[in-house]
């Protein structure tokens, strides 16, 4: 199972790529064929199985694409 | 476009929109950094939790239309004037939270004098300096923060030094106040780098509520369009390009700012 997860809101893309160069796990790219409604190619995962929820996409991303999920730390009892 | 995602019940949201920013699209050119920093600015406003109390004022440059992607209240000065209208704002309404974003052709050009001034005078104001060493908006000219030999379309041939002069270091001028007491260059040119600038925003609008004088967080960034790269290149060539004429680091910190705890 995946720890992390993303939710890309497509149209909000502008395909500027910066989120491809930093995922440390590079499941990002920009869609070869697919446009948005702004006309750009955007971002899409690749693997979304090997997503760690470390949010590097959504911190370097000038325009508020990602939402960024990571699976609960379970507290270790003691 | 709407979409529903089923998200797993054992998932946790670590990263989700600000709740300082408007959900509208920007007008800028794909992978520009003002898009980056408006996002830091908007997140620190949220973990601060000064929404309410936060007033910006807006530049003219390529942000000249910020006010419409903050979910807090913002005036439009005329160019470089912004340090001059947000101490008009602060003195009358001292317990606001009053921040300028200026670029560098609105900071160290036409607008030199005000921002000194105000520094100087240690108005309790917070500026967000974004210098990428060309006019963005009117198509790519030197600004006085243009690197020697770099090549914008009123310095075809590189900017000459014997005619242009050099490169204004911003910082450094208005570390020299004594009214000012958090001074810092910083870049968002990596993600290392944008955490660090969050954190020195973050110190810039605490010293702010504390009451503690001018604060000003100059950042490096780029103009992918105007320096015909793509976003990431740029961002490559800035960090190898810039900062050896604009070092980052603190170019003043009281110690009352020192000892602020920034989480
Ligand atoms: C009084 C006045 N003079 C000149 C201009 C033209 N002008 C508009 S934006 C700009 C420079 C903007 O450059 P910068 O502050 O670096 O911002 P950027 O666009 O690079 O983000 C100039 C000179 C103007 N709008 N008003
Ligand atoms: S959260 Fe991290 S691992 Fe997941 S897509 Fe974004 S950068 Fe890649
Ligand atoms: S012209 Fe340059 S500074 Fe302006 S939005 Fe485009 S990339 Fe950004």
């Not at chain 1, 497509?10 to 989120?19: A, E, F, M, N």
């Not at chain 2, 309410?52 to 000249?64: E, L, N, T």
């Not at chain 2, 309404?93 to 300028?100: C, G, L, S």
């Not at chain 2, 944008?194 to 960034?221: C, P």
Request: charged fraction near 20%; include cysteine; charge should be positive.
């Amino acid at each position: 199972m995946a720890k992390g997860m993303v939710v890309i809101d497509v149209d909000r893309c502008k395909g500027c790529g910066l989120c491809v160069q930093v995922c440390p796990v590079g499941i990002l790219q920009l869609s070869p064929d697919a446009f948005n409604a702004k006309g750009y190619h955007p971002v899409m995962v690749t693997e979304m199985e090997k997503c760690t929820g470390c949010a590097s996409c959504a911190r370097i991303c000038p325009d508020v694409v990602f939402t960024v999920y990571r699976k609960k730390r379970v507290r270790k009892s003691a | 476009m709407s979409v529903t995602v089923n998200i797993p019940a054992d998932m946790e949201v670590v990263y989700e929109y600000p709740r300082s920013m408007n959900k509208v699209y920007t007008h800028y050119c794909p992978g520009c950094p003002h898009g980056i920093l408006h996002r830091l600015i908007a997140e620190v406003i949220d973990e601060l939790g000064i929404q309410d109390r936060c007033i910006g004022v807006a530049p003219v440059g390529c942000s000249v239309l910020i006010y419409k992607y903050f979910n807090v209240d913002f005036v439009e000065a005329a160019h470089g004037r912004a340090p001059a209208m947000a101490t008009g704002i602060k003195r009358t309404n001292p317990d606001k939270i009053v921040f300028t974003y200026q670029g560098d052709g609105d900071m160290a050009a036409i607008g030199t004098a005000e921002a000194i001034h105000a520094a100087n005078r240690g108005e309790r104001l917070t500026t967000v300096f974004v210098n990428n060493a060309i006019y963005g908006m009117t198509g790519g000219q030197m600004a006085p923060t243009t690197l020697p030999g770099m090549v914008t379309t009123s310095t075809p041939m590189g900017r000459d030094v014997r005619l242009a002069g050099y490169p204004v270091p911003m910082s450094e001028i208005l570390a020299q106040t004594k009214g000012a007491v958090y001074i810092t260059r910083q870049m968002a040119l990596d993600l290392p780098s944008i955490v660090k600038t969050k954190k020195a925003i973050k110190r810039a609008f605490m010293a702010q509520m504390a009451d503690l004088g001018y604060s000003s967080v100059e950042v490096l960034s780029t103009c992918n369009t105007n320096w015909n790269m793509s976003p990431w290149d740029s961002m490559v060539w800035a960090k190898e390009h810039m900062v050896p004429t604009f070092p980052l680091g603190d170019f003043k910190m009281t110690d009352e700012v020192r000892a602020l705890k920034v989480r």
